[in-house]
Structures are given as structure tokens and as C-alpha cells.
Nanobody, 127 residues
Framework: QVQLVESGGGLVQPGGSLRLSCAASGRTFSDHAMGWFRQAPGKEREFVAAISGDGGRTLSAASVKGRFAISRDNDKESVYLQMNSLKPEDTAVYYC????????????????????WGKGTLVTVSS
């Protein structure tokens, strides 16, 4: 049974930083791509970033490129999202996701290849 548990959300001022973590269990971690998605109030869930099983490839949404960075530690079976220069429009529930294979779908097909989701952690950017 796959479990994904996010942590690290909270309230941060505009321009600040936050690091989200996601602990995974249930499948061989390094065999699966990982991703982060977010859903703002009243909006649809959107892709944020993804990383391949070996950590060698990453993909980020244009809206966060240069500000957010995804990484993973296969020994700790965890994936991270370092968020810098946060803006009020980054306010959302952030979800960790695990892919069905080692590589994510770079075209975005089938939710970038993700098949399991965590319950989310709330990030609020406000002064």
C-alpha cells in the first residue's frame, strides 16, 4: 500500500522561503518518479515539478521555474520542494505524488504519469 505524507507547509511572508517534504512508503522508491502539484482555492490542481527515479531529470512549471527546486533522497525515501521568493499567488494546498514508472511524462499526459497522491499540506503566503 503506497503512502505519501507531506510536511513543511505553513504561513510565510512574501519573498520568504519554505521547504516541503514528502515521505513515501509501499513501493521501491527509486523505481518511481515523484512530483509536486498544487491547488489554490477555487482553482484546478496544477503541476509544479517532477523528478525522475534516479534524480537525474527534473521538470518545473514555468510559473515556478527559477524559484522552486525539486529534489529527492532515495536513501530516506523522500522528495522535497524548496520554495524561494514566494508570492501570494503561490498560496495553495501542495500535494506530493508518485509516478507509476521511473520517468514522468514530460508532455503532462495522465497527470505527468503520477498514480498515487498524498493528502496535501497548506502553504499560505501572506503579510
Amino acid at each position: 500500500q503506497v503512502q505519501l505524507v507531506e510536511s513543511g507547509g505553513g504561513l510565510v511572508q512574501p519573498g520568504g522561503s519554505l521547504r516541503l517534504s514528502c515521505a513515501a512508503s509501499g513501493r521501491t522508491f527509486s523505481d518511481h518518479a515523484m512530483g509536486w502539484f498544487r491547488q489554490a482555492p477555487g482553482k484546478e490542481r496544477e503541476f509544479v515539478a517532477a523528478i525522475s527515479g534516479d534524480g537525474g531529470r527534473t521538470l518545473s512549471a514555468a510559473s515556478v521555474k527559477g524559484r522552486f527546486a525539486i529534489s529527492r533522497d532515495n536513501d530516506k525515501e523522500s522528495v522535497y520542494l524548496q520554495m524561494n521568493s514566494l508570492k501570494p499567488e503561490d498560496t495553495a494546498v501542495y500535494y506530493c505524488a508518485q509516478g507509476s514508472a521511473e520517468y514522468y511524462s514530460s508532455t503532462g499526459r495522465n497527470n505527468y504519469g503520477m498514480d498515487y497522491w498524498g493528502k496535501g499540506t497548506l502553504v499560505t503566503v501572506s503579510s
